[in-house]
């Protein structure tokens, strides 16, 4: 086995970047290079993540010029970016040019939304800002794992934790024409999909017990789906998506209706879905409507079927944060680095998390 990696997490204080210090905690190739804070650099790691206080003792969080330096001098490396959008680009761009001037091999994996485009246009026309590195969109590329053999840049970006969840059921869908190319979803979110600032609608006197609808058929990860749909299969799908907001802390739960073609029924759906994610350690089709609690902390996805004459249902679950996020992240450094999807994910459902 080569020698352990050093991981730099951006994005430190983060939710995202805190499932990445947890999952690097237990990876058998990689480790904790340096957790990058714009807000608490010099500050424990354990003051941000009292969880991990026992995993990481001493850790502290570096500044980005500190990253930056410590790039330069290792040999190779693994960069995870959990940073806000926009502000990723930017963080992405320095380390490159850091690590190409001092010749140091370095493999980037972006869960911010800055690389899932491959053009800038599209990216400025979602996010209504420029985009900070669009000389880097060619060596990135996006996709759910599952939907891609084989990656020709060398580096790569997750989709987000919706689009994540929807894809893994529209896309096998289009590709194998098991029902119109029509998707209509309904998905439900907990709360850390928001991220670690507080805001009136994730309070929790507001969010326990309660269950809203927000930017519905107008939320961003709408046109993201439709375009790495599109990259995966060469087939244009309609969406409509309606995101809301439940009262649980993580998971997204995904309601995917399409209109049935003729002969095609939920038997053939579910066997045909079953044999797409035959090779996935992750992805799993059940007999019986997925729970949240089947794949919380973990980078599990579970999909069932239900159909009538008329409809298809599909429903998603996965964890936000895990496999919408620093789970997919981490499954992609392995794909990149040429080693098993699975290594360092084999978390074993808690169930009553
Ligand atoms: N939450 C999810 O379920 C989810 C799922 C998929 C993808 N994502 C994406 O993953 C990224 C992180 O999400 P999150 O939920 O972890 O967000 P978050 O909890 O808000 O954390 C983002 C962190 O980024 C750092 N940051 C803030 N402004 C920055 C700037 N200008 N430059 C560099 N760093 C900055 C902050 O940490 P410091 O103060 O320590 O620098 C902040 O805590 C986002 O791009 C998000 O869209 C999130």
């Known amino acids: ?171 096998p869908l289009l590709a194998m024409n098991l029902c119109e190319p029509k998707f209509f979803v309904s998905a439900i979110t907990g709360s850390t999909g928001a991220g670690r600032t507080p805001r009136d609608t994730t309070h929790h006197p507001f969010r326990q017990s309660n269950l809203f609808a927000y930017k519905p058929l107008a939320h961003r990860h709408q046109p993201e789906v439709v375009t790495l749909a599109r990259n995966a299969t060469n087939k244009e799908p309609v969406l409509h998506f309606v995101p809301q907001s439940g009262p649980f802390a993580r998971g997204i739960h995904a309601t995917i209706f399409a209109p049935a073609k003729p002969g095609v029924g939920a038997t053939e759906i579910e066997a045909a879905l079953t044999d797409y994610y035959s090779k996935s350690v992750f992805v799993s089709v059940a007999a019986v409507p997925p729970k949240l609690k089947d794949i919380v902390g973990t980078n599990n996805a579970v999909l069932s079927v239900a159909a009538d004459d008329e409809s298809i249902v599909i429903f998603s679950v996965l964890d936000n944060l895990v496999k919408g996020a620093a789970g997919g992240a981490i499954q992609w450094v392995n794909r990149l680095r040429g080693w098993p999807d699975a290594e360092g994910l084999r978390v074993a459902p808690a169930g009553w998390i």
């Open 1 to 171: 086995m080569t020698a352990s990696l050093p991981v730099t997490v951006l994005g430190g204080t983060g939710y995202v970047a805190g499932e990445l210090l947890r999952l690097i905690s237990d990876h058998p190739r990689l480790h904790l290079g340096a957790a990058v804070s714009t807000s608490q650099a010099g500050k424990p790691v354990a003051a941000s993540f009292g969880h991990l206080a026992g995993i990481y003792p001493d850790a502290v969080f570096v500044s980005v010029d500190d990253a930056v330096n410590r790039v330069a001098e290792t040999a190779d490396g693994v960069v995870v970016s959990a940073a806000p959008h926009g502000a990723s680009a930017d963080l992405v761009d320095k380390l490159l040019n850091a690590a190409e001037a001092a010749g140091t091999g370095l493999t980037i994996v972006d869960a911010s939304a800055d690389f899932r485009y491959a053009d800038s246009g599209s990216f400025e026309a979602v996010y209504k800002q420029p985009h900070e590195a669009p000389n880097r969109l060619d060596s990135f590329r996006c996709a759910v794992p599952e939907h891609l053999d084989e990656i020709d840049t060398p580096h790569a970006a997750q989709p987000g934790c919706f689009a994540t969840t929807m894809l893994l059921g529209i896309v």
